[in-house]
């Protein structure tokens, strides 16, 4: 794991290409810290899904979650600002370039 930025820096790329905005890496800190007692041996995970067909093509939906860390391999978990963040292949893939931003408390993908 390798953090990229300091924890008061703005946006941030990870080494897959998701950028985080600046307000999103305050929002995960916050979640990590309010959870990591209450969750040992687990980390924050970011699951992402774009629908490419169906009745349901062109919807997002997202879950930021706490899994166990043994589920991800060494290159699934990323870390920025000190917090551990699991991010499966099919997420990785599906936000490709894309930023991760929180306004209000809602998650937004662009």
Request: aromatic content about 10%; proline content about 5%; glycine content about 14%.
């Amino acid at each position: 794991m390798k953090a990229s930025s300091t924890p008061d820096s703005g946006p941030v790329r990870l080494r897959c290409g998701v950028v985080f905005t600046g307000a999103f890496v305050a929002h995960l800190r916050a979640f990590f810290a309010d959870g990591k007692s209450a969750h040992p041996g687990k980390v924050p995970v970011i699951v992402y899904v774009k629908f490419a067909e169906g009745r349901r093509a062109g919807e997002e939906w997202w879950s930021l979650r706490w899994e166990s860390a043994t589920v991800y391999e060494p290159d699934g978990i990323f870390e920025e600002a000190g917090v551990p963040i699991g991010l499966s292949r099919q997420t990785r893939r599906g936000l490709g370039s894309k930023f991760v931003d929180i306004d209000g408390g809602k998650i937004i993908v662009g």
